[in-house]
């Protein structure tokens, strides 16, 4: 068994950034899945399952924020917030505060994705507990949907590819990427 490839998502549903090496942290690797984009109105979560052009959005980490990038408009470099300015916000059953950062950031998205949003940033990331039922009571995660790593394995994917297309079903196959995982490994076999 070996690892594959590494990954983090900076911001909650849009492109991930391919890691060599990342620290891993109690609420899971460094970097992942911080920052968020919501509906302004109500503080949830903006996902790809409403709005695919998340993907479009390359966020880059940088010393003391991020950089948004996307084709045709042009990099704008965000600073991490103090968390002076809290929101809550809503991550499937989690409702809890989160750092504003920006109305420059938020108009920057609002253009991209076509639709009013609003980035916050998880400035105490030990204000999200991990699913009770699965974790012990101190467990924390950021704004990933569950857990603190997904851990995603080849040999499984081509399992799952090769029921797909032995089921006549047009979709298929399925690239890695479609799971969004951090850390992706090989050389097991099911």
């Not at 109105?41 to 409403?50: L, S, V």
């Not at 991020?66 to 103090?82: M, W």
């Not at 080849?154 to 979709?171: F, K």
Request: overall charge negative; hydrophobic content about 40%.
């Amino acid at each position: 068994m070996r690892v594959a490839s590494i990954h983090t998502y900076p911001i909650k549903g849009c492109y991930r950034a391919d890691q060599e090496r990342v620290a891993v942290e109690p609420w899971g690797l460094s970097g992942d899945r911080r920052w968020l984009i919501v509906d302004p109105d109500d503080g949830k979560a903006i996902t790809q399952r409403d709005t695919a052009r998340l993907t479009q959005i390359r966020p880059a980490l940088v010393d003391g924020g991020l950089v948004l990038r996307t084709d045709g408009l042009g990099d704008l470099i965000v600073d991490e917030p103090t968390g002076d300015d809290l929101m809550d916000v809503t991550v499937w059953q989690f409702t809890g505060p989160a750092a504003v950062v920006s109305t420059t950031a938020d108009d920057w998205l609002t253009e991209v994705l076509s639709r009013k949003v609003r980035l916050v940033f998880l400035d105490d990331p030990t204000r999200r507990p991990v699913e009770p039922r699965y974790a012990r009571p101190d467990d924390r995660v950021s704004f990933a949907d569950g857990y603190p790593v997904l851990l995603a394995n080849t040999a499984s994917l081509a399992d799952l590819n090769d029921r797909i297309a032995e089921s006549g079903s047009l979709e298929g196959p399925l690239p890695m990427t479609r799971f969004r995982p951090n850390i992706v490994i090989s050389g097991v076999t099911n």
